[in-house]
């Protein structure tokens, strides 16, 4: 397994699309004015049309649509080492299905190096 260097902070406010990227926006604009933070380098966001991330991104914050985009690019998203989900408890059915598909794979790749050592 390939080492992780990116941790996903997903955030969304899943009511209204407009919020979800507001949010999304300003909290990564928030947390990058920590020293010593810049936006767009150490901190990014990724919402529908708009990005700021560099390839050396550390924390990304997006909405719950744009991690299920990457999912189906990246099944086991391999990228991240940590990805967190705010405001589940106001449910949709990105989030809905997002939390199941976290579930899911989270089950699937914890078992894998089991099934691969005894295929070997």
């Given at each position: ?41 150490e901190v990014g966001f990724k919402v529908r049309f708009e990005e700021a991330l560099k390839p ?25 080492s940590v990805i967190m989900v705010d405001e ?33």
């Open positions: 397994m390939k080492p992780h260097y990116h941790t996903t902070i997903h955030y969304t406010t899943p009511h209204q699309c407009v919020h979800s990227r507001l949010a999304a926006t300003s909290l990564a604009h928030r947390v990058a004015e920590e020293p010593p933070c810049r936006l767009g380098y050396e991104t550390k924390i990304k914050f997006m909405t719950g649509g744009i991690l299920l985009r990457e999912a189906i690019s990246d099944p086991a998203l391999d990228r991240y589940a408890h106001e449910r949709n059915l990105d989030i809905d299905l997002l939390l199941g598909y976290l579930k899911v794979v989270r089950f699937l790749f914890r078992l894998l190096p089991a099934f691969i050592q005894i295929l070997e």
